[in-house]
């Protein structure tokens, strides 16, 4: 690059600069512009003038990196200008290649470790890398599928050697999946994909698997629970409990193989839930919700006579859900469930009943069901008193007393 070509990079620069009013910014360039002024502009640019640029240019993300949030970083107003200077500079091998992720990673790491959560950047960074190494990186073309498809493929090759990769490969992305899912705060979760993109000597290929693996792991945590549970013979508990690569998270880590498993089991209810959270409609979601926790009630075999334990346990545990809506409607998707499981369980027992017919209990809990769905229909003076009697009126007078709790 001539010094001429660097002047006019640095002109352009410096008025988008003064456009946006950041001073600091143009202030930095204009001092390299005037340190050019006495050379010729057909000359090459020397070493002390690419280390002045390259010096500027670090000073300039560092404000950049403290006025927006990561997701800003290649896209603001503020940003474009560096990244169109740099871009023409890369071009005529002035400075390496996205010569800013040095600055970009500090601040995502001190952001990270600064976030509630007891897993640090460092060591969650290389676990994510370790796994994606021992599985094998995903070409171009099975990213959507990386890395189930992979495992699969994996797990019916005879070989020894096979076997050995498949066991380290199982366990250490289900490592990863229980520090991602019950070790990682949502603050924290929102920076993985720039700790992912702007990681200092990462290869594109690397970039592309652990990118994937964190599509996999996050956005569909029952899919990869449920391949968990499918190849858990796979699972070598000695490797997490021996093995020096895992030795930074092995305290973050159930000390029993029956416990880690567990906690991985695909039909627990938030991870089934947790799974849909891109549903928009209300009524949409709230069914959803209601689904994910008959499932877990049906799978483990609850009786119906439990079921108020078994509300307050999943009540306890609503900080898993990471939809804020998701926990606003968990009270109603629980009310929908127990008048569920009350219907089905009238059905099933049939008979005769002292005052109440089963068949108005029934009518009554249908329309206590269709009020929470948004389509609701009047009680009758009989159905109203029927909804306040017996096992009804225990789960009505459970969502009643609820309701006024949350009002208070």
Known sequence: MTVGELKKALQELIEAYQKMKWMSGATRATGILDALTELDETSTVGG???????????????????????????????????????????????????????VCFKEIIACFNESPGPVNAETLSALMQSTCRVIGYAEHSEVDSYPSERLKRRSKSPSPGAKANLDMSITSMAALLYLLYYQTSEEQAELIPFLIDYREQTTDEERRSESAMLRFLRNTPHQAALLIEQMAHCINYSIVLKEKEFEPIRALLPTVRKD???????DLWHITANQHGGILDTITRKVALCNAITKQFTVLKIPFDEIEPFCRQIKSEKGMLRSSKDRELLDESLQLFKLDQYIA???????EYLFFSGNLKHRAAVKQKQKLLGVPEKLGPLEWVAVHQGRLGELQGEAESEANRLKV
């Not at 500079?89 to 002035?94: I, S, V």
């Open 345 to 351: 369980q009238r059905e099933s027992e049939g008979g």
């Open 260 to 266: 880690f498993l567990k906690a991985l089991f695909p």
């Open 48 to 102: 002390e003038e690419k280390k002045l640029i390259r010096q500027m240019i670090k000073y300039n993300w560092q404000d950049v990196v403290v006025m927006l949030k990561p997701s800003q970083w290649e896209s603001d107003e503020k940003a474009l200008p560096l990244i169109r200077f740099q871009a023409q500079l890369e071009t005529q091998k002035m400075i390496p290649r996205n010569d800013h992720h040095t």
